[in-house]
RNA sequence: GCGAAAGUGGCGGAAUUGGCAGACGCGCUGGACUUAGGAUCCAGUAGGUUCACUCCUGUAGGGGUUCGAGUCCCCUCUUUCGCACCA
């Protein structure tokens, strides 16, 4: 027989309902804290993914619960974006709809899961009341200068009229009518995330954060010294300017390298209409798609604009060519192109007879161009570098920018590889961006008594193929708010990733009227002290949150300068090797193995099969095998209840013990000290489920306890009771169903982390094994309080080791106190 | 190409600071039992060798450090993830 998972999780999720142990107070005695899982996409289906990450916070806020916390785990939806969109394209219907019945039915499949959320902190991004302190975060920005608009190249399909993602480019067409896609100048709205660039690279040590994710995000930011310089054009009073960590081998650049792009292409392309070759050489690179371009693979090509400009330092004329190989996106978006020295210059230079000039010598200073087969990147000294020739390089650098300085050419500057976000979307379902366009007045902020800009409701996404904001004239035409004429509204929306850049703060204080969030409020709740999330947002999403949380901090909002305290980035859900999902046709769903074996097992399958920041790969027998543990539980308890009762919370002699009950006294507390480490400290919940299994193994050997003395009892029921305690943050709904079984009166969480003594640690016995030269060669049971000689002395009676011994010699004995020996022998 | 990880039985994984490799679970094999269940209980299960005790080999591959290496160092290979050719 089965245990009757269902009734009793159906009767334990509404009893922690009525009790309400998942909604916190603002405050009070306990000291808080704060369990955040990434809030979902509201698909409208819990998938084994959201079971599994759902189920990780869910362990470590139960098992804050016991620790007697005030725990709070709110739960909400990051519910604007394309699918919603898409999905109401498709099926011709309203966003809004769909989503908030999507919402509804996840609620009620998190609950059968029994995880404590804090329903009453309930948050969607898509409603009014949450998106209008997006826009009022984005007016207090665009206050600060934290807001720009700049023109950029986005995927543009002509036939629907509308900019794509990048996702919905399929092999350079539209995903929609097949249209090949085209790079078209927009005007987008940035936020300057780089004004932080630099905080954003501090993680000092308040961050406990994976090392791992901390790198990536360095990386990201990548951070680089060098020398900014601009070259004169040419009979012209413009300069490019250039950035260059390298300013010891400006002596050798032969050539400048731009991208299409780049502002002066652009302005080039104005200017020489005629020019087919420019024209179709610069039309073909920037529609290439992006990834493609960024390749490594894809070959070098360029075009030259028969144009010069000039090297300030020593007034060469150097060639400028347009390339698909350099990105307008980083540093000035130019490249001084020194072939001998940088090996893609090197391979442009090759292919189109461009000069190379060796500036750097290697040791030999045998470097000669004409024999080059790669570029020589390293450090060496200064040639043909005027009056800086025989320097080390690592000395040119600083030298040459000095002299660069003194001159006024340009100076020592930082530049990172961040660049601003760009937040415009050209769609419908997301948070409307508060500005109004008077032809009059130009950029206008909404007034905040207008807030939210709220979007209009009668709008038909799938009737109109480019922005349906554009198609709704009662709400595109306002009047400006400054002089009263006739005025257009922005149509752009914001990038999703806005949304979710603040909502942890929200959740402190999620019903307020006036402003984001209280202070009091998020004074008391933040920093999250612990954030649950897929490494896959390790750059952006984790980025974009610390940004606003330090522009929040600069604002007075919050304190301190960090969102997330501590950050676990778990494993995504496999089946057969690959990411389980409705697309791959690999999806198991999680509703159907609560209905057949209940939430408890697939939480201990999804826990039990591996740490938490790996991936799970889906096994129905592993399954079954969480099934059978849950089981052997049930029945151990339910069919020892009289003998548990009887020993239950009895004191006893240890003395008066017999033997297995030494052994059962001495597994609970072991058990409880390794699960304690495991399940707090390291957060490794297979293992601690593992020493959970061992020990319940242990106490299934013990056969007719009710035959046993009283103090046998005693250690019986503890070591039962224990097992219950253990089980809480994993299997919550079976273990308080056993636990009340056993006439406890308190909830589990209620009843505090399970205790071990030290003392019940402690054994007459240790277990030394005996190595030579590195293998084992025998073991021992021998007194703990023996000193190392007498423990060689012992070591060397073994009967294996004497014969492995004879006809060595013994160079070196070593003892590891309570573990080995170690002889080394000749 | 750059960046970040990973590689241990038939499978998922364990070994926390360099100290008994393979805990725990799955699967498999044999046995017991039976209300025949997606049962339960007991025993075995890295490979080789031996009647057995033993012994040998073994943590992707190759070197190294050490009394001792899955763990530390160097090199190579493979796989996964991310990417914006990072000048």
Known sequence: MDYPFFELEQKWQKIWRQKRIANAPDGGDKPKYYVLSMFPYPSGELHCGHASNYSIGDVISRLKLMQGYNVMQPMGYDAFGMP??????????????????????????????????????????????????????????????????????????????????????????????????????????????????????DFSDTIQWPERVITMQKNWIGFSLGTRIEFPLENSDEKIPVFTTRPDTIFGVTFMALPPEHPLVQKWLVEEPDNKELQDFCKK???????????????????????????????????????????????????????????????FAKKYNIPIKVVIQNAERSLKEAEMTEAMTEAGWQANSAQFDGLPSEEGIQKITEWIAENGWGEATKTYRLRDWGISRQRYWGTPIPIIH?????????????????????????????????????????????????????????????????????????KNTNVPFASDKADYWLPVDQYIGGIEHACMHLLYARFFYKFMRDMGWV????????????????????????????????????????????????????????????????????????????????????????????????????????ELLYSTNYTIKR???????????????????????????????????????????????AILQMLYPYAPHIAEELWQLLGEAKLLHESGLPEYKEEYLVQDSITYVIQINGKLRGKMEISPDLDDEAIKAEALQVENVMRSLEGHEIKKIIVIKGKMVSIAAK
């Open 285 to 347: 690179v920037i529609n290439e798609d992006k990834v493609s371009r960024s390749s490594a693979e894809t070959t070098k090509e360029g075009i030259f604009s028969r144009r010069y400009c000039i090297n300030p330092l020593n007034g060469d004329k150097v060639q400028i060519w347009i390339t698909n190989y350099v990105l307008m996106d980083y540093g000035t978006g130019a490249v001084m192109a020194v072939p001998a020295h940088d090996q893609r210059d090197f391979e």
């Open 438 to 510: 008077c032809p009059k007045c130009g950029v206008v902020l909404v007034p905040d008594s207008d807030l939210p800009v709220k979007l209009p409701e009668n709008v038909q996404v799938g009737k109109t193929t480019s922005n349906p904001l554009l198609s709704v004239p009662e709400w595109l035409n306002v009047s400006c708010p400054q002089c009263g004429e006739a005025a257009k509204r922005e149509t752009d929306t914001m990038d999703t990733f806005v949304d979710s850049s603040w909502y942890y703060a929200r959740y402190a204080d999620p």
């Open 84 to 201: 919603a969109e898409n999905f109401a394209i498709t099926h011709n219907s309203h966003p809004r709809l769909t989503t908030e019945a999507n919402i509804t039915a996840m609620r009620k499949q998190f609950d059968g899961m029994g995880f404590l959320f804090d329903w009453d902190r309930e948050l969607s991004t898509c409603r009014p009341e949450y998106y209008k302190w997006g826009q009022f975060i984005f007016k207090r920005m665009y206050e600060r200068g934290l807001v720009y608009r700049k023109k950029s190249f986005q995927n543009w399909c002509n036939e629907c009229a509308t900019v794509l993602a990048n996702e919905q480019v399929e092999e350079g067409r539209c995903w929609r009518c097949s249209t090949e896609v085209e790079q078209k100048e927009l005007e987008q709205w940035y936020f300057k995330i780089t004004d932080y660039a630099e905080e954003l690279l």
């Open 559 to 662: 304190k301190g300068g960090e969102p997330f305290q501590r950050l676990l980035t778990q494993g995504m859900v496999l089946k057969d090797g690959a990411k389980m999902g409705k697309s791959k046709g690999n999806a198991v769903d999680p509703q159907y193995i609560i209905d057949r074996f209940g939430s408890d097992t697939l939480r201990v399958f999804l826990l039990f099969a591996s740490p938490p920041e790996k991936d799970v790969e889906w096994n129905d027998d592993a399954l079954m095998g969480a099934f059978r543990f849950l089981n052997r539980i049930y029945r151990l308890i339910t069919g020892n209840l009289e003998a548990i009762k009887r020993g239950k919370d009895q004191s006893f002699e240890p003395e008066a013990l017999s033997s297995p009950f030494q």
């Open 675 to 721: 699960w304690r480490e495991d399940s707090l400290s390291r957060m490794q919940y297979n293992t601690a489920i593992a020493a959970i299994m061992e020990h319940l193994n242990n106490c299934v050997s013990i056969k007719n306890p009710e035959t046993r003395s009283k103090a046998d009892l005693a250690v019986y029921a503890a070591a039962l009771k």
